[in-house]
């Protein structure tokens, strides 16, 4: 059954529970059916025809959940983008998916870094949705009991994913822009439900342990389970969670926007595990190949990219993804990670190519060259850096490189330290050593 | 004090425009525990997660009274 068949569903069987919460905002099963038929007459009136795209913000509330549901009512695609993207940004992205045809099963196509470092278009079929789904309402147990609280961006395949098994298990979503209210965050365990979840970044659930240590402890009774992953979880922090949270379900999960939610650990216990994943979920295949890369298949996989047959076939080969991904299965059966191969710097969940913020930053007319690197934040965990060489007699302060990247690129990908440098360091053949800067 | 709570504010996030309307819309989760760290260091004060409000992130001058107002707690 898709999202869509389940909210109609619910609203025949139980009318007036409740589907999602936002803020001071609420809306019933029965609510948000009649919500979406109508936006999805609205879409169609302006022109909207099936199997083509429709690009539009995923703003961080209600409305989201009604245009994107809509939009596959419609039968046509959804493409939301970042509800902070520049608008050059977005008209380029909409401009790309308009110019081009899609195959009559794609329903969503997401706009990632991923596994290849630069952001493209992930085509995700129906089938693709629905398996994903099955996963997480299989491993991770979601019930018609649960509040599920989506804080991270609603374009992100790790938020975005949670609000198909809420609703298709007659959950409830609560939507939150971010953690940074943290009093919004803990109000939501004074609601009415009895079982809350949700999914957190390593960083975010730091950040919650430093800030709240207590406030969390309080809630506990009421925590279901909380999901991690994106990056990875310390052993120090999973233990500290444990603690916090001694009978909630914890779990690490590998997933990722071209392969679907694959494989889940639930790290509570007792042996909190780094780098564990746990096994495969239900619907999915994992193998390890000979260069010790994670190949996942199963129906959870992304149809390709969009209008990019070379990078797709780079990493979708016989029905098999080729993750960038490292790891190996111990003799239990559970896959580890250990690494990943390339450039991309994983900063809060978020994958971002150092290059694309480089050419943001050389733009500058002041910088003459520069790299962007990862460097450690005592709080954050790993945060972006810029190395940069200003041209000759400037002087630049760090946040006028900022604002300009910052005009640029989505807000994740601007660089939290800058440091002027004499010169960067690059290889032989002149291209950036970024070796160099790892060690 | 307002001087330097800019001054430091901007050096740890420069991309944040401390000048604007409503400085909370500006600042993600990450943001404002930099503000916390960064001030717990300089005033040699302490933050909980229930000081992470709109109201106490409106503005760099909502910043200042809330920082004026833990050290008058000390």
């Not at chain 1, 009421?222 to 310390?234: H, M």
């Amino acid at each position: 059954m898709t999202l869509e068949q389940s909210i109609f569903h619910y609203a025949q069987t139980a009318p007036d529970r409740v589907a999602a919460v936002c803020g001071s905002d609420s809306i019933s099963y029965s609510e948000l059916r009649d919500a979406i038929a109508r936006r999805a007459e609205e879409l169609r009136a302006s022109g909207l025809q099936p199997h083509r795209p429709y690009t539009f913000r995923a703003t961080q509330d209600i409305d989201f959940l009604i245009t994107y549901c809509a939009i596959h009512y419609a039968k046509a695609i959804a493409v939301p983008l970042e509800h902070k993207a520049t608008e050059e940004s977005f008209q380029s992205i909409k401009s790309q998916v308009e110019g081009c045809s899609f195959a009559e099963d794609i329903v969503d196509v997401l706009y990632t870094t991923g596994t290849t470092g630069k952001s493209k278009g992930v085509m995700l079929s129906e089938m693709a949705l629905v398996s994903c789904t099955d996963n997480f309402i299989a491993d991770l147990h979601f019930s018609e009991e649960l509040l599920f609280i989506i804080s991270g961006p609603l374009n992100h395949i790790a938020s975005l994913f949670k609000i198909h098994p809420t609703l298709s298990a007659g959950g409830t979503v609560c939507i939150l822009d971010g953690l940074k209210d943290m009093s919004a965050f803990f109000s939501v365990f004074d609601l009415p439900f009895k079982k809350v979840a949700t999914f957190l970044v390593p960083a975010s659930i730091r950040l919650i342990m430093q800030l709240a240590y207590d406030k969390l402890c309080a809630v506990s009774d009421k925590i279901d389970f909380i999901e991690t992953g994106a990056a990875p979880i310390t052993k120090q922090d999973m233990e500290l969670l444990s603690k916090a949270l001694p009978s909630s379900r914890l779990y690490n999960t590998l997933g990722g926007t071209e392969i679907g939610a694959v494989c889940t650990y639930n790290f509570n216990d007792g042996r909190y595990m780094e780098g564990c994943i746990g096994r495969p979920m239900k619907n999915s295949v994992v193998e390890i190949s000979e260069e010790g890369n994670l190949v996942v298949s199963g129906p959870t996989i992304m149809s390709g990219y969009v209008a990019d047959q070379q990078s797709t076939s780079q990493v979708l080969k016989d029905g098999k993804i080729y993750t960038a991904d490292l790891g190996y299965v111990d003799d239990e059966g559970l896959i580890h990670l250990t690494g990943r191969q390339g450039d991309v710097i994983n900063i809060g969940g978020f994958k971002i190519s150092p290059s694309e913020v480089e050419a943001a930053a050389i733009s500058h007319p002041d910088i003459k060259d520069c790299i962007c690197i990862a460097a450690t934040h005592p709080v954050i965990g790993q945060v972006l850096k810029l190395l940069y060489v200003p041209a000759e007699g400037c002087q630049l302060k760090s946040h006028a490189i900022a604002r300009h990247i910052k005009t640029l690129v989505e807000p994740h990908k601007v660089p939290t330290y800058y440091e002027a440098v004499e010169t960067v360091q690059r290889t032989y053949n002149g291209k950036l050593d970024r070796k160099y800067y790892k060690n | 004090m307002r001087e330097r709570i800019f001054e430091i504010l901007s050096e740890s996030l420069p991309a944040v425009d401390f000048e604007a309307d409503f400085l909370f819309g500006e600042l993600d989760s990450m943001g404002i525990v930099t503000i916390f760290v960064v001030l717990a260091k300089e005033y040699n004060i302490s933050f909980d997660a229930m000081d992470a409000t709109p109201k106490n992130f409106k503005s760099i001058d909502s910043i200042v009274k809330m920082v004026e107002q833990k050290i008058a707690n000390l």
